[in-house]
């Protein structure tokens, strides 16, 4: 009898720890999957953290997400990036108090692609003998809450009075505003939100078996979700069923959820303020004379699949704006199909090295030097 029950109890031991293993092993998977992402955003971060509070201060520096990705400027596409300071913004010819004109260029990957080498140079020679500066501080994936953050530190910490200014609103940038970058209009909401993003974080490199890991990273995922949209946990657990759904089964990251989907009125006020008080601050500069805003759509745009682009919320900001004669659009909606460039497979809809080069930046430069780049 006692033979018959150890070889049971071995038995069932036996079972149990090939479940264990196998649960251990679909951690694992399930953690290499998801970790390279979080550990980019963590380290991009964390590069930034010491220039941010060396050259703009602590309480600035909790308003800026990251700055400029260094491994993106090795000069292999990119320039070089020679000082600190080229990580918040680069001069492409010197700004300067007895230029005609200074432009400042805000915006995201599309705004950064003046920094591509081929792009840079041909800009630098064209403005060569030209007495205007040019001043690039797009940094990828920003939208208008951080540009209007970096905004606030260029004017009131760099001094810098540009008189013409470029801003690329970019078509995710309405996602990124709603469900990303709205941490960042309040203090204590970021403080709370930061605790469990450094502790997500964290689980990572905790040395626990991977399946405790994976409880540490939902609970921590869930409380900072919980903490950024500020909802009740029946609210916050069916965000997060909703956004498993369109990222693993619809291939739809949440910066292009509005653009499938709509927003709602509530959604879109935000948003018109948002852009009010960009303008805002940027017309607090005395010695800005025109405000562009650059919009251009993604592929899924061109080929009329998405229900919503930004243009109806931009001209809503505009129209009743005590500044809008001195604001400009410049768009490339409503060209032929063939006029676009997308790169292949790029669910962002990012253009070709050759559209930046050849059309997209001509363009905004024939409009806002007509006169000097004939």
Not at 265 to 290: G, H, P, T, V
Request: aromatic share 14%; hydrophobic share 40%; with cysteine.
């Amino acid at each position: 009898m006692n033979i018959i029950s150890i070889k049971k109890s071995f038995f069932v031991l036996i079972i149990i720890l090939i479940n264990f293993l196998i649960l251990e092993i679909i951690c694992l998977f399930v953690i290499k999957k998801i970790e390279p992402r979080y550990l980019n955003k963590f380290n991009l971060e964390l590069n930034s953290e010491r220039i941010k509070k060396d050259l703009i201060g602590e309480i600035n520096s909790k308003k800026i997400p990251y700055l400029r990705d260094k491994n993106q400027y090795s000069g292999s596409s990119y320039i070089n990036l020679e000082k600190e300071r080229d990580f918040i913004f680069n001069e492409i010819k010197n700004f300067s108090n007895n230029n005609r004109l200074n432009i400042l260029i805000q915006g995201d990957s599309l705004g950064e692609s003046m920094n591509m080498i081929n792009i840079y140079n041909k800009y630098t020679n064209l403005l060569n003998n030209k007495n205007i500066g040019v001043i690039n501080s797009a940094v990828s994936s920003y939208a208008i809450i951080p540009h209007y953050y970096q905004l606030d530190v260029l004017l009131n910490q760099f001094n810098l009075k540009p008189n013409v200014q470029i801003i690329i609103y970019d078509q995710t940038d309405i996602g990124d505003d709603l469900y990303r970058y709205n941490i960042f209009l309040d203090v204590e909401h970021y403080e709370k939100y930061k605790l469990y993003d450094s502790k997500l974080m964290n689980s990572f490199s905790k040395k626990n078996f991977n399946s405790i890991k994976i409880v540490l990273l939902a609970k921590n995922y869930f409380l900072r979700e919980k903490n950024r949209f500020k909802y009740t946990n029946f609210e916050t657990f069916k965000k997060i069923l909703r956004r498993i759904y369109l990222k693993n089964f619809k291939n739809l990251p949440v910066a292009l959820e509005p653009l499938v989907y709509g927003i709602n009125i509530d959604e879109r006020e935000k948003l018109i303020k948002l852009l009010s008080n960009y303008i805002d601050l940027a017309f607090s500069n005395n010695d800005l004379q025109n405000l562009y805003f650059v919009v251009q759509p993604t592929i899924k745009h061109v080929e009329k699949i998405y229900v919503m682009d930004n243009r109806n919320i931009l001209f809503s900001a505009i129209k009743n704006h005590k500044f809008k004669d001195k604001i400009k659009v410049i768009s490339f909606f409503d060209k032929e199909k063939s006029f676009y460039s997308f790169r292949e497979g790029d669910i962002f809809s990012h253009p070709t090295n050759d559209y930046y080069l050849n059309k997209f930046w001509p363009k905004i430069f024939s409009e806002v030097l007509p006169e000097e780049l004939k």
